[in-house]
């Protein structure tokens, strides 16, 4: 199957600071969706983003599907953008998603 | 479209027993999905049901694994003998969010505990 590969894997950020979180795949897709798993264990969908590029306030996504991979940026990280995020990616737009490991983000005052 | 809401929040059971877990409210134009993400771990996709029906599941959903529409509105997942290894949050999502845009959306969760 798909393989999905999240770098770096732990990321320790001073608030304020800027922050770009990659994510690599093995196959091609046509599906693939960021999430942010907040410290209760939530996870919240950030993008869906199979190309292209997206900005949704301080966060924006950028995807290279010819390329195989996806980045995920953070500007001006606040406290509760800690978490840990996730890449899924999947062969069609309804499709299970294969999800990476993550990368835990941890945010300080 | 309302949010996905999952019940119970957390059970604990012992290892044999069955266990329904509970996500409401469904509609006959949405795909549902079950994942799991045992304590620490990745987010494994399990099953996924459209139109009354599976329409992908994984090598994780063997026979002790079932989906449901019991009454129309609910969509369970029943695991018939839970074992140490079931241990795991459970998340029932669908397909769309709020405002009907195509990204997989989460309920809280299910915290199951098999003792």
């Known amino acids: 199957g798909i393989q999905v590969e999240q770098s770096p894997p732990d990321l320790i950020l001073q608030e304020g600071a800027n922050s770009t979180l990659r994510c690599n795949f093995s196959?091609?897709?046509?599906?693939l969706q960021w999430f942010h798993q907040n410290p209760w264990g939530q996870l919240i969908n950030l993008f869906y983003i199979p190309s292209g590029t997206k900005q949704n306030g301080r966060l924006s996504a950028t995807t290279v599907a010819t390329e195989r991979y996806s980045l995920l940026y953070i500007s001006s990280s606040q406290t509760t953008d800690s978490g840990v995020y996730f890449c899924?990616?999947?062969?069609?737009?309804?499709?299970?998603?294969?999800f990476g490991k993550g990368i835990t983000l941890s945010v300080r005052p | 479209e309302p949010e996905v809401t999952q019940t119970p929040s957390h059970q604990v059971t012992q290892m044999g027993q069955e266990v329904i877990l509970r996500c409401v409210p469904i509609s006959n134009h949405l795909y549902f999905y079950w994942y799991r993400q045992i304590l620490g771990q990745k987010v494994e996709f399990l099953v996924s049901?459209?139109?009354?029906?599976?329409?992908?599941k994984s090598e994780i959903f063997d026979d002790q694994f079932s989906v449901e529409r019991p009454d129309g509105s609910n969509f369970t997942l029943k695991i018939r003998s839970t074992k140490l290894e079931d241990s795991a949050m459970y998340f029932c999502a669908r397909n769309r969010d709020a405002s009907g845009a195509n990204v997989l959306t989460f309920g809280a969760g299910s915290r199951l505990t098999v003792l």
């Open positions: 196959d091609s897709v046509n599906n």
């Open positions: 049901f459209y139109n009354n029906e599976i329409s992908e």
């Open positions: 899924a990616v999947g062969p069609r737009a309804n499709s299970k998603l294969t």
